[in-house]
């Protein structure tokens, strides 16, 4: 046994309000998903890094060009100081090496990026080949220049999330290959004969020097590590605010994928009844037109008089619809017995026995008071749209751990609109109530078999 009537009587109502309200919730949890991203957009719009990006002559430039142009602009400085200091007599007295050394950084900061292996490969050959003197007179380089390509490439390869110990360990070793003068250790241990008096002697004047430039190798590495985790942790937190964003959206269409089912549902609940006694007096008042006349005035001031309840319901839904209630539409503070008292004047006008047995002690809670009309509401709309039975029976009874609902009608099923497309939502809709508030709904034939019976149980301790 289900109800279609509000699937052909209310969907104007139901359809236009749902889809407003709906969007308009969807739009709201999409506004506040903007705003939060946009927040640390505008913060960092704010900074002056990001002021000087705006001006920058730069700033139209695709990220590839703009790179080439940034790094030829520090090629053509570092050429530029090199000829300033040749010129005034100033150190390095020799410009060929340094122009070796300058390009090789230059190549070494264009391409690690992309081939961080091949670079290294290829800066640690030349830094040794350098170290060890096998360059052509006025190409030799010392530390700490000689180090500088091999900095830039283990920095840009480990600050990228290169492996940190094969660029670490080239660039220890080759450190100590540049910085100690290895030929004259060698020259000294060969005069002398002992290995530790001639590397002593070979460093003592200029230690401090060489363990300062050691030092900055280790830093050098110690912050493409930080950078490094660094970028790692801004990554991490760039796809967890993508996650956060997507679930923010689904949670947005969730919502409103509820909020039309709880509209739905409202509709239905409030519309439905009445409508269908509504037609079903109708009918009444057509039958008697002919052989009473006497009777159609009755008749036709019934159906006037439920078709304006009818209107005072549907606008009271739409009014609740438009505050977006979070609880049910109907009203929290009525009254039980008065409820199912109109619920049963609206069957008994049409001519259906109707009855009613209450045994509650006191007033039910508010939720559990409307699950229970709502129950009631939907058995007597079913028993008019299928059923031919002429009477209904509703017990509601107060037990010591719950309240039962049982509705039974002697049948036989029987479809009063049988044009009516079938699939209704109203089992689903008692269902849904009941089983919100902790409890059981249990739907089907009566012990006789010819009849329908809903029986509902509500804990009375609230939702278990």
Known sequence: MDVQTADVQAPAAQAPTARTAAARTAAAQAQAVASQAAAPADRRGSSPIARLRAVSPFRDLGPGLRRVLLLGLGVAAYLTALTVALQFDWYPRSIPGYVVLGLTALVAAATTRRFPLTSLTVVSAVTAVTAFGLVPEGYGVRAPELLVPLAVTVFIAVSNGCPA????????????????????VVASWQIGGSVVDAFDWAVFYDRSTQLGYLVGCALVIAAALALQRQRRATAQLAARNRELVALRAEEAVRIAERERTRMARDVHDEVAHHVAALVIGAQAAIRVADQHPDRLVAALDDVVVGGK????????????????????????????????????????????RVDCTVLVHGQLPAAQRVAVLGVVQECLTNTMLHSSAEEVRVAITEGPTAWQVVVTDPGPAAERFPDVPRGGAGIANMRERIVGLGGVLVTGHDAAGTGWAVRAELPRGGVS
């Open 165 to 184: 110990f094969a660029p670490s360990a080239s660039f220890a070793v080759l450190a100590v290959l540049a910085v100690i003068p290895w030929p004259v």
């Open 309 to 352: 309840d009818v209107l005072t319901r549907i606008r009271s839904v739409v009014r609740v619809l438009k505050a977006a209630p979070v609880g049910p539409v109907a009203d929290a503070s009525g009254d039980l017995d008065v409820e199912l008292d109109a619920m049963a004047g609206r069957l008994r006008a049409i001519g259906y």
